[in-house]
């Protein structure tokens, strides 16, 4: 797939095993687009710049994701050496793969959840985690993305319980939407000048209760006589938005336990958690451990906010470092307030699944890390 934008809605139409390769000339390694064509195992270049898109029109192209590298036509002997290198990766995978079963257990003993971040088709990931991993972050705004229309209760209840039920014993985080930024809804359009600082995620859902309590009831009804639903709550920067989103959780509660009741079914109180990825809520952990039951970190915003580099924009890509020392620093601080105030952290952003970023965060003390399946094998 060659195209001007690459956007997520679009990559997530395409059947899983159909895409070779990816080439956005807009865009960032750091957009959702990306994280999307990691999770499906494609390799992609994000944010080519400067090439005319018809250069590229049926021309055998050799695309680097690692190095972000495109190759037009190469000569013969380049055209080997590339084909080498994907015969080693290939058997690479296929060793890691035969590994895949091993404990998550560093060799000085060290133990690690791990656990993976779904959304394009859960199930499937499900299927793909051969680690048989709990899901630490489902991107619930994906499946509302593939479609022409809100998804009604009922449509989000047989998605959420076909999760929930076939993984009784595992944990499953369930974010609720977080839509805005780059993940657009077709039927839902926003236009803003600045809309990585605009109406994204908690903002938005709170301004429209309907659609917050519709997403939570399918949630809480998905999860009767279940124990393992978790809900997060994506893009809080302020104690006020987790007041009200325990509120409006609270009531979704109280109406779904009724129907529970009436059937002689047990709903069990779900985690509540919160996503620490506007850095103004750093500064409130302590208040915040007292409301929510676990943190979870998104470091892909964490860093865009902290560092005030648009995640999206292939200008000032070479910006965007989740190894920044500011954001390390930042992470460093988390886990530790998170640790004095005794509540569960994990960390769910892209840098969770880079095998140095993991090793850094376990170095922190991070004992809980959700990537893509992808990286998880
Ligand atoms: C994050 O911001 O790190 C995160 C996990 O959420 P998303 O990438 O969906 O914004
Ligand atoms: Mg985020």
Redesign the pocket.
Known sequence: LVAREVSAPMLAEFPVGKLKAIVSIQGSNNS?AA?LARAMGVPAVMGLGGVPLSMLNDQELFVDGYSGQVVLAPEQQARNEFIQLILEEEALNERIESESDQPAKSVDGCEMTLLV?VGLSAGLEMEQNKQGAGVG?Y?TEIPFMLRERFPSEQEQFELYHSLLSAHPNKEMTMRTL?VG?D?PLSYFPISEENPFLGWRGIRLTLDHPEIFLIQVRAMLRASIGLTNLQILL?MVSSISEIDEANRLIKQAFYEVKEDAIKNNKVLFKPAIGV?L?VPAVIFQLELIAKKVDFFS??????TQYLLAVDRNNSRVAQLYSSYHPSVLIALNQIFQTSNLCNIPVTV???LAGEPSGALILMAMGYRKLSMNAHSLR
């Open positions: 959702h994280i971040n972050l991107r977080d930024g993940k994506p996503m990825e970190v998104g470091t892909n915003d964490l769910c952003g892209e």
